[in-house]
């Protein structure tokens, strides 16, 4: 269950590089934008997470429900990304846009990693 915290960590390392260095770079970054696109790709990575993580079958049926994972990751994003432009916490037309799309392929990744790394200890506990 701690890999599922790779998640969030690694957004929020990655982000906060980026900000601290557009910051440097003088470009002008609204803290909203990057805080409620790490949070919207956590939370969306963590939740398809949870299905890979909790299936109990054999290597296949892991592939399956990281399958599903990644569906759900991508529901939950769409979803809360349109709800948070919406709901006006960001603009939709400026910066946030493209943090939530950095995010959401940074969260996609990490899902497909930890997914791999389920599969690849279930094939080695089966062959012992």
Do not use: C
Not at 12 to 26: D, K, P, Q, W
Not at 110 to 128: D, S
């Amino acid at each position: 269950m701690q890999l599922i915290l790779a998640i969030p960590v690694l957004i929020a390392l990655v982000f906060s590089t980026a900000f601290a260095l557009l910051r440097l770079a003088g470009v002008s970054v609204h803290v909203a934008d990057p805080v409620t696109a790490g949070a919207i790709a956590a939370l969306a990575g963590m939740l398809g997470a949870i299905v890979p993580l909790r299936e109990q079958g054999d290597a296949l049926a892991i592939v399956k429900s990281a399958l599903l994972g990644t569906v759900v990751h991508l529901l939950v994003s769409t979803v809360l990304t349109v709800a948070a432009v919406a709901a006006h916490v960001v603009n939709g037309r400026g910066q946030f846009l493209f943090w939530a799309v950095a995010g959401y392929w940074i969260s996609i990744f990490t899902l497909i990693w930890l997914a791999r790394r389920i599969v690849t200890a279930k094939t080695l506990k089966a062959q012992h």
